[in-house]
């Protein structure tokens, strides 16, 4: 039964819920429109054009031969020796730059944790190499390699590692190591930096307990340290993961993808094919390729990441 009471105050709720809509439903995105927009400009529309270019021929060497191919491209990138090549290589670049990066980080990371005379300046010198520019980086440790004026090559013949001192960059089976290492010494001070904030958002209350009971370091580390960290390990190396595959910088000045294509990675294989072949068609496969790759990963590691946080 309607009342006179519901006739009256009904519409002024109603004009009361439609308020709050408009308020918290619509108008924030007034406001975010012109951030929405730039970003749709920079980011979404070279991304749609990028995917469109896979599906086209646009072979700048044969200009008369362009149009769309559908998945002419991928069929040809299912059966390119190198691209299987490149994406061996992207696997193990990443995976020994982020194992070493990350081992290394944390221990720099619990260093800097503790208390020492000299912390600030040892400080200071662990976050410098992230300064650097990685094109200096990478002329700097294509120098440290090079057995006429570099001690890299030198010192591993001392130590047994190497028959005689010779251009590691130069043998097909070590030269990945070389821009390895450069990396790893470039991209330690990331998981030092966000790791190192990450143990000092841990309440101080959960070690102090730990003691109390007896707990030894190793038990403290596995029972508070890291599950505490678990989170931040995951978006890092997610994070750093991403970037590495999409990292070309190093490779690209100390070996150029040689010798023998050991170095070339599918983002180095990207730029050769784009600018020296000038298959641009061909080279937005390969990149649509590694996005799809790098978004299923990304997508695994944040259902891991979010079920570390329910922990």
């Known amino acids: 039964m309607i009342t006179r009471k519901h006739i009256v105050t009904e519409p002024g709720g109603h004009r009361a819920r439609r308020s709050l809509y408009w308020q918290y439903a619509v108008e924030p995105f007034f406001y975010l429109s012109p951030a929405i927009i730039l970003i749709g400009a920079v980011m979404l ?16 060497l044969r200009p008369f031969n ?12 299912w059966s390119d020796r190198k691209f ?4 061996e290589n992207t696997f193990w670049w990443t995976f020994w730059s982020i194992t070493l990066q990350f081992f290394l980080g944390l221990g720099l990371a619990l260093l800097l944790n503790t208390q020492f005379y000299g912390k600030k300046l040892f400080q200071a010198l662990v976050f410098l190499p992230w300064a650097v ?13 090079n057995p006429v004026i570099g001690p890299i090559p030198h010192w591993l013949a001392a130590l047994g590692v190497l028959s005689e001192p010779y251009n590691i960059l130069g043998d097909p089976d070590l030269a990945l190591w070389g821009p390895i290492t450069a990396n790893v010494w470039f ?18 209350d959960m070690y102090e307990a730990a003691e109390i009971d007896g ?8 029972k508070i340290t890291l ?6 390990i995951a978006i890092t190396v997610m994070l750093r993961t991403i970037w590495i595959a999409n990292f070309a910088d190093l490779i690209f000045v100390m070996t150029g993808g040689g010798p023998a294509s050991s170095t070339q990675i599918v983002s180095s294989y990207i730029f050769t094919t784009a600018f020296r072949k000038l298959d641009f068609g061909y080279a937005s496969a390969i990149a649509v390729a590694l996005l799809g790759i790098l978004m299923v990963y990304a997508v695994l590691l944040l259902v ?4 570390l946080v329910k922990v």
């Open 45 to 60: 529309m070279p991304l749609v054009i990028g995917i469109s270019y896979s599906f086209q021929s646009i072979d700048l």
């Open 66 to 77: 362009t149009g769309w191919v559908g998945f002419e491209n991928y069929t040809k990138l």
């Open 84 to 87: 299987w090549l490149a994406l």
């Open 133 to 145: 520019p990685t094109f200096l980086s990478a002329l700097t440790w294509a120098w440290l390699f």
């Open 187 to 204: 991209g330690v001070p990331f998981f030092a930096i966000t790791l190192l904030a990450a143990l000092q958002s841990i309440p101080g």
């Open 215 to 222: 707990a030894s370091a190793w038990q403290t580390f596995t």
């Open 227 to 232: 599950p505490f960290l678990a989170p931040m």
């Open 304 to 307: 891991l990441r979010k079920k």
